[in-house]
């Protein structure tokens, strides 16, 4: 196939798909309406299952299985990263040297350490109430102990960060999701939330199954984010070619 004729399918292929575009955006409710039918339907739903927050209503209980494809995703790849990062044949650790740290960076990581992890941690069990949920929570308390990296050293923040220990977590969070087969298995959906009671509104333990996916999800995230985060400082900090280079 020549360049000009490629540029031709890719110019009409561009150009349908911009016709659909707009013809969607023509269908879509006046901006700022007070009523959509998509998001009617999933506060009513979320509402009936005693889940104040409605986006983790949607993520973790109606389109669950989206949340899976998602985790699945980011579990593939750090294990990409993982296998493309990996120490070679080639190349050896040499020890960090420590490094100098400027009193105020270091004071200011190893306060805001301890809030940051909190917070990370809020987040996380609190997603079925208030904004946030697994994904943001897991991703705050996974960069909030990098700060020991800024605030004092490599060694120190490896004291703090056993990577195998992680890399278990990981999967182990990542195998939790298997409750969705309990659903299957008393013979409703797969994830579906019908499993335990939905509690009190607006409290930690309502939304039935939605609190533990959450948690399984932060969990995932958590740990995915240190791995991933250990590869690429080994990197950086250890691994060395043989050569010295």
Not at 16 to 23: D, I, K, P, S
Not at 32 to 56: C, K
């Amino acid at each position: 196939m020549s360049p000009r004729v490629r540029l031709w399918l890719v110019a009409a292929g561009g150009a349908g798909l911009a016709a659909l575009l707009v013809a969607a955006c023509l269908h879509l409710p006046a901006f700022g309406g007070s009523w959509h039918p998509y998001g009617a339907r999933a506060v009513r739903a979320s509402l009936s299952r005693q889940i104040a927050n409605t986006v983790s209503s949607v993520n973790f209980d109606q389109r669950a299985f989206d949340t899976l494809g998602e985790m699945t995703i980011l579990f593939a790849a750090v294990l990409g990263c993982v296998v493309l990062l990996r120490q070679a044949r080639d190349e050896h650790r040499a020890p960090p040297e420590p490094a100098d740290v400027v009193l105020p960076v270091r004071r200011y990581a190893l306060i805001v350490l301890p809030v940051a992890l909190l917070t990370g941690l809020y987040v996380v069990a609190h997603g079925q109430l208030s904004p946030g949920g697994g994904f943001q929570g897991g991703v705050v308390a996974a960069t909030a102990l990098h700060l020991l990296y800024l605030g004092a050293d490599y060694r120190a923040l490896g004291r703090i960060r056993p990577v195998g220990l992680y890399e278990v977590g990981d999967a182990l969070s990542a195998c939790a999701l298997v409750l969705g087969l309990a659903g299957v298995l008393a013979g409703t959906a797969f994830l579906a939330n019908t499993l335990l009671p939905y509690g009190t509104f607006n409290t930690l333990s309502s939304g039935g199954t939605v609190p533990l996916l959450n948690a399984a999800i932060g969990m995932e995230v958590a740990c995915a984010v240190v791995v991933l985060l250990a590869r690429f400082l080994d990197q950086a900090v250890e691994i060395e070619e043989e050569s010295g280079k």
